[in-house]
């Protein structure tokens, strides 16, 4: 469902109408769905999860999720994870596993 | 009053930016801009000019922090020459495409190898398609009039490009003239406030903003149009700021070229730079003998003065190009820009290159070039390949 996303997402923001810039102001997914880049994705066992938050701080791309009533569950935002596996390499606990996407 | 001083093209420079009250200097030496840094160092520690001064590791962190600076809205300056100015290039052109205004004064000087500390246009015209407006200079009054009128220019709202101010090597960067320092507060007056310039968009870090990031090809052409908006905008701010700038110190430069006794001239020399004060002798020394001969002066390169050039040159009997750079493989750079510019005009343009690494031309280089037009035009031949003057061993 994500690939049928369009990439004509608009990308600029134009801040002053007179001049066309390169310029964006800082919003959730300036650059559109990138989580259609992923060839792995990051599957979370939840069972296994102390939540460390390890992976919330480390993923580049805050596409790591605090949930819950008191934040401290994480999920991932497959809208935007590319699929690095910076969170599956750092989890101490082994509660992130990388698997290929269909 | 305005009080007249003995100076170097480089000290005119720096009492320009003083006078301007620019808040942020950075730049790295390299012969022979020195002394423009140095001064203006030497301004700040004294604390005659409050502004920051940055240094920095090199020229391309130099531009970078001028560009930083630009962003916030502030007002900087830069100077730099040669191979400076090519270690700087990335961020010069960087500047230039991102719409960052800000003065640079470029002391034009010759590339190795092999190793030359002396005039040619080639650093400079290197980045002719970077974004830039660009001035070059005659003589230290000249050097000091442009860079305050150039942040008249490139902090208006039609332009926001900006803009490099290039002197020659020696010739004017370490030659003492009369220069007439304007007051204070009629610069004062002339600029707007520094630190004022709110566009095209400013960084706050209570408002935060991406600038230049990737841009896929669906709006990449926009953004380079509206640069090509602003540099034509420019042809007429630069001549308002002219022209202001003349009712203030009785100096006025109301046109992108000078048209030195071009009217009624039969052979017209298109030239920039330092020497193009020679070859005004050498038209007055030809119009005695009863030669009809005139100087066409571009005093920018870009925005190009195409209309300018077409209108003067068009009717005349032959017209030379003086260049003191070269694009090998092709010929000198103004020459063929003056061609291009001058396409469907039916008049014979010949190229002449001269002065590079700082090879004098002198009056009799002049003369000759004048006669060598005068003598094409009365035989009715076709132009040849770029002339080289004083060129030893072959003409």
Same mark, same amino acid.
């Given at each position: 469902?994500?690939?049928?996303?369009?990439?004509?997402?608009?990308?600029?923001?134009?801040?002053?109408?007179?001049?066309?810039l390169?310029?964006?102001?800082?919003?959730?997914?300036?650059?559109?769905?990138?989580?259609?880049?992923?060839?792995?994705?990051p599957?979370?066992?939840?069972?296994?999860?102390?939540?460390?938050?390890?992976?919330?701080?480390?993923?580049?791309?805050?596409?790591?999720?605090?949930?819950?009533?008191?934040?401290?569950?994480?999920?991932?935002d497959?809208?935007?994870?590319?699929?690095?596996?910076?969170?599956?390499?750092e989890?101490?606990?082994?509660?992130?596993?990388?698997?290929?996407?269909? | 009053?305005?009080?007249?001083?003995?100076l170097?093209?480089?000290?005119?420079?720096?009492y320009?930016?003083?006078?301007?009250?620019?808040?942020?200097?950075?730049?790295y030496?390299?012969?022979?801009?020195?002394?423009?840094? !140095?001064?203006?160092?030497?301004?700040?520690?004294?604390?005659?000019?409050?502004?920051?001064y940055?240094?920095?590791?090199?020229?391309?962190?130099a531009?970078?922090?001028?560009?930083?600076?630009?962003?916030?809205?502030? #007002?900087?300056?830069?100077?730099?020459?040669?191979?400076?100015?090519?270690?700087?290039?990335?961020?010069?052109?960087?500047?230039?495409?991102?719409?960052?205004?800000?003065?640079?004064?470029?002391?034009? #000087?010759?590339?190795?190898?092999?190793?030359?500390?002396?005039?040619?246009h080639?650093?400079?015209?290197?980045?002719?398609?970077?974004?830039?407006?660009?001035?070059?200079?005659?003589?230290?009054? !000249?050097?000091l009039?442009?860079?305050?009128?150039?942040? #008249?220019?490139c902090?208006d709202?039609?332009?926001?490009?900006p803009?490099?101010?290039?002197?020659?090597?020696?010739?004017?960067?370490?030659?003492?003239m009369?220069?007439?320092?304007?007051?204070?507060?009629?610069?004062?007056e002339?600029?707007?406030?520094p630190?004022?310039?709110?566009?095209?968009?400013?960084?706050?870090?209570?408002?935060?903003?991406?600038?230049?990031?990737?841009t896929?090809?669906?709006?990449?052409?926009?953004?380079?149009? !509206?640069?090509?908006k602003?540099?034509?905008?420019?042809?007429?701010?630069?001549?308002?700021?002219?022209? #202001?700038?003349?009712?203030?110190?009785?100096?006025?430069?109301?046109?992108?070229?000078?048209?030195?006794?071009?009217?009624?001239?039969?052979?017209v020399?298109?030239?920039?730079?330092?020497?193009?004060?020679?070859?005004?002798?050498?038209?007055?020394?030809?119009?005695?003998?009863?030669?009809?001969?005139?100087l066409?002066?571009?005093?920018?390169?870009?925005?190009?003065?195409?209309?300018?050039?077409?209108?003067?040159c068009?009717?005349?009997?032959?017209?030379?190009?003086?260049?003191?750079?070269?694009?090998?493989?092709?010929?000198?750079?103004?020459h063929?820009?003056?061609?291009?510019?001058?396409?469907?005009?039916?008049?014979?343009?010949?190229?002449?290159?001269?002065?590079?690494?700082?090879?004098?031309?002198?009056?009799?280089?002049?003369?000759?070039?004048?006669?060598?037009?005068?003598?094409?035009?009365?035989?009715?031949?076709?132009?040849?390949?770029?002339?080289?003057?004083g060129?030893?061993?072959?003409?």
């Amino acid at each position: 469902m994500l690939k049928q996303l369009s990439w004509l997402i608009l990308l600029l923001e134009v801040v002053e109408l007179s001049y066309i810039l390169p310029v964006s102001k800082p919003s959730e997914g300036a650059s559109g769905f990138t989580g259609i880049w992923r060839s792995f994705k990051p599957v979370i066992d939840v069972g296994k999860c102390r939540k460390c938050l390890l992976c919330w701080l480390y993923c580049p791309e805050a596409a790591i999720k605090r949930v819950g009533d008191d934040y401290m569950s994480v999920e991932v935002d497959y809208r935007y994870c590319k699929g690095c596996g910076i969170c599956a390499n750092e989890c101490p606990f082994k509660a992130i596993i990388m698997v290929k996407e269909g | 009053m305005a009080k007249t001083e003995i100076l170097t093209g480089n000290y005119a420079v720096a009492y320009a930016a003083k006078l301007s009250r620019v808040q942020v200097i950075s730049a790295y030496p390299i012969t022979p801009q020195t002394s423009i840094v !140095e001064k203006l160092d030497e301004f700040v520690e004294s604390g005659e000019l409050n502004a920051k001064y940055v240094r920095v590791e090199s020229e391309h962190s130099a531009m970078a922090a001028c560009i930083g600076a630009a962003a916030t809205g502030a #007002r900087a300056f830069t100077a730099t020459s040669s191979h400076g100015l090519m270690y700087m290039s990335e961020l010069v052109w960087w500047a230039g495409l991102g719409k960052f205004p800000l003065v640079m004064a470029v002391v034009c #000087r010759a590339l190795a190898p092999p190793w030359s500390i002396w005039s040619e246009h080639n650093d400079v015209l290197a980045h002719r398609d970077s974004g830039w407006i660009i001035f070059f200079a005659e003589d230290n009054q !000249e050097v000091l009039d442009l860079i305050i009128q150039s942040y #008249r220019i490139c902090e208006d709202e039609r332009v926001l490009q900006p803009v490099m101010v290039a002197l020659d090597a020696f010739i004017l960067s370490h030659t003492s003239m009369p220069v007439s320092i304007p007051e204070q507060s009629d610069i004062d007056e002339y600029l707007p406030t520094p630190g004022s310039r709110r566009k095209p968009f400013i960084l706050d870090p209570d408002d935060p903003l991406t600038h230049g990031n990737l841009t896929y090809p669906e709006y990449f052409m926009e953004i380079r149009y !509206e640069i090509e908006k602003s540099m034509n905008s420019a042809r007429r701010v630069i001549i308002e700021a002219g022209r #202001r700038y003349g009712e203030i110190t009785g100096r006025y430069y109301d046109s992108l070229v000078e048209d030195y006794r071009c009217g009624d001239a039969d052979i017209v020399l298109v030239n920039v730079g330092s020497s193009c004060g020679d070859a005004k002798e050498a038209v007055d020394l030809l119009r005695d003998e009863g030669y009809k001969v005139g100087l066409l002066k571009l005093r920018t390169v870009r925005p190009f003065p195409f209309e300018d050039l077409r209108r003067i040159c068009s009717g005349k009997r032959y017209i030379g190009v003086f260049d003191r750079n070269y694009s090998f493989g092709y010929g000198g750079i103004l020459h063929c820009e003056v061609s291009s510019a001058l396409s469907g005009i039916k008049v014979p343009i010949q190229g002449f290159i001269g002065g590079l690494g700082g090879r004098d031309i002198t009056l009799d280089d002049y003369v000759w070039v004048f006669k060598i037009l005068v003598d094409m035009a009365d035989r009715g031949v076709e132009p040849k390949p770029p002339i080289w003057v004083g060129l030893r061993g072959v003409v």
